[in-house]
Structures are given as structure tokens and as C-alpha cells.
């Protein structure tokens, strides 16, 4: 890629939109490409014990390791199963949504990988996509049919379920359907204190990003609105919350348009991370939870930024 580092700060490619963005912005900190040579690079995932970032690279059926002390990329599991998104659940444990297995796993401590769901009503899901924990240990997913479109994420096949958003009770195990009414649901997210959840809804022209209540008892959605709608040209795609609220989307598709785009609670972007490929996801971490993992189409990128990553979405276990 023609990716060039800043050789001045503050980072050009760190862009205010809204004076609320400032206090985000760290004066010496630049973007850093900390890998590239993936096909499709997505799902990062943060594991603080660990002070490494794991993320998939989809096409190539492998999930890649980056370590922060050192800066090493080595591949932590291949085949992977094409897998796409991942988080942690509250045990430090990697879950996976798997294009290949049409399914969500979990990795044991000792290794061991767990199916959570392959089915729903003896059907098979589609192929999962993105992936969050509650903190009542419900595991919240999408399941669009990107993976069984073709040969390339995945294997092709005919849909079976419509594109579900799933929530699986963490002590029963119990999968019910929260919502059936999203055309492609893709990353999810839900806001810091787990009241909103937001989605992105990538079957519609254009794209947007539509956001839910979350009910007292924490299973359950309503209140269904547009939290954004998207201009000619924009795509989101996976997403985290920051502390105060803030979505981080990663977002194109386009020159300038690509990159990580910041949106205040209230809907309105605030600032954007311009990157010369399309950033597919994203997510918090470091020792600090104050850096910003970002997976680009054929790179890995890192921001430090002001703020942290939300509890309830970076998974971090830092």
C-alpha cells in the first residue's frame, strides 16, 4: 500500500468535525500500521492478559496474533473456519462467528472449541458475523448471508433462516431471535450502559445504522430507530463504543471516505480517521484500553487516542 507514517503532528488523518472531537485527539500520537499483507482483515479482538490483538483475515482462512511488546504478526489459528468477528465473553474466553461452520464458537481455556450455535428451529443460521457479550453473559450476534454467497469468505449456499439478530442466554444457553426485521445486519454494539443497542443494516440503499432500546430485563428490543442514514458513498460496518458514548464505525467506501468515522450519542459525526483502505472493524485496547485497533481491507492500523473503550464492547480484559 502507498501508506505513509506522519512525519508531523498533530496526525492530518485525525479530522475534527465537531468541535466535540477535540478532547479525543492526542497531539503526538499519529496512526501506526502495525500489519498488512491480510486479503480482508476484520473482527479484531483485544486480550489484555495477554497484550496481544487477535483479528481474522477472512479470505485466507486464518485468524492472525499481534503482539504489542514485541510488534510480532504470527497466525494463531489456521483454518479458522473463515471466521469474521470476535469478542471475549466475561471469562476471558474467545468467541467466534464462523462463515465456514455457519456457526458461533467458543475457545475453551485449555484450547478446546465449543459450538454455541449452529442451528435455530432445525435450521442453519447463515453465516454469523459480528459479536458482543452482555454483562449478563448473553451473547449478542448477526447473521447476515455475506459467508455463503460464495467461494471466497466462505462456501456458497442457500440461505436458510432470514438475517437474524440472535441473543443466547448466558446461563441456559437458550437462542431466541431479538430482531428479524434488519436487511443484512452486520457490527453490533451496544452503548455503555447497555441501554441502546446499535446495528448496522447493510442491505438497504443506502446503508444505515439504526439503533434499539434495550429492555428492563435486558432481553429484549424495542423502540426501533435510525440512529444514522448514509450519504452517497458511505458504508459503516463494525463498531465500538467509547466510555462517554461515542460509536466508532468503521466506515468507506472511497477515497476520504475511508477510515474510522465518530459519531456523538446523539447521531451526529464528530470526527473522522481518514485510512487508505476501507476499515471493516474495529475495537479498544492496549494496556490502558486507550488504543484503537483498526482492521483495513489488507492492513492493521493503531491510534492512541483520549478516551477509553466502553466496558460492555471492548472485551478487553485488560
Known amino acids: 500500500m502507498s501508506w505513509q507514517p506522519a512525519t508531523r503532528y498533530p496526525d492530518p488523518a485525525v479530522r475534527v468535525l465537531d468541535p466535540r ?13 502495525i500489519a498488512t499483507g491480510m486479503r480482508w482483515a476484520e ?4 486480550f489484555g492478559d495477554h497484550r496481544c490483538l487477535l483479528w481474522s483475515d477472512i479470505p485466507n482462512n486464518r485468524v492472525m496474533r499481534w503482539d504489542e511488546p514485541s510488534g510480532d504478526v504470527t497466525v494463531f489459528r489456521q483454518p479458522s473456519n473463515f471466521a469474521n468477528g470476535h469478542t471475549r465473553d466475561r471469562q476471558g474466553r474467545l468467541l467466534s462467528c464462523e462463515h465456514g461452520s455457519r456457526s458461533v464458537t467458543r475457545t475453551e481455556h485449555d484450547g478446546r472449541v465449543t459450538v454455541i450455535l449452529d442451528k435455530f428451529d432445525g435450521k442453519r443460521l447463515n453465516s454469523p458475523n459480528d459479536i458482543v457479550v452482555k454483562s449478563d453473559d448473553s451473547i449478542w450476534f448477526t447473521d447476515p448471508p455475506f459467508g455463503i454467497l460464495g467461494h471466497y469468505e466462505g462456501h456458497r449456499a442457500e440461505a436458510e433462516l432470514p438475517t437474524n439478530i440472535y441473543r443466547v442466554d448466558g446461563k441456559t444457553g437458550h437462542a431466541t431471535v431479538v430482531r428479524s426485521s434488519v436487511n443484512r ?5 451496544f452503548s455503555p450502559d447497555e441501554k441502546r443497542l446499535y446495528v448496522v443494516e447493510s442491505g438497504t440503499t443506502p446503508p444505515r445504522i439504526r439503533v434499539f432500546d434495550v429492555s428492563d430485563g435486558g432481553d429484549q428490543l424495542y423502540n426501533d430507530g435510525v440512529f444514522y442514514s448514509c450519504k452517497k458513498g458511505e458504508r459503516p460496518d463494525g463498531f465500538r463504543c467509547d466510555v462517554d458514548g461515542n460509536l466508532w464505525a468503521g466506515w468507506g467506501t472511497g477515497e476520504g471516505q475511508d477510515g474510522v468515522r465518530v459519531f456523538a450519542p446523539d ?6 480517521i481518514t485510512l487508505p483502505e476501507r476499515c471493516a472493524n ?10 484503537l485497533f483498526m482492521a483495513a ?4 492500523y493503531a491510534l492512541y487516542v483520549n478516551t477509553q473503550g466502553a466496558h460492555t464492547t471492548s472485551q478487553s480484559n485488560a
Do not use: D
Not at 472531537?21 to 500500521?33: G, L, N, Q, T
Not at 445486519?185 to 454494539?189: R, T
Not at 447521531?267 to 473522522?272: A, L, V
Not at 481491507?297 to 492493521?300: A, D, F, I, L, T
Open 267 to 272: 447521531g451526529k459525526p464528530i470526527g473522522h
Open 282 to 291: 474495529l475495537c479498544f485496547g492496549g494496556v490502558a484500553r486507550n488504543r
Open 21 to 33: 472531537f477535540s478532547k479525543y485527539m492526542i497531539f503526538s500520537a499519529a496512526i501506526e500500521r
Open 185 to 189: 445486519p452486520n457490527g453490533l454494539c
Open 297 to 300: 481491507s489488507q492492513s492493521v
Open 43 to 46: 473482527g479484531p479482538v483485544w
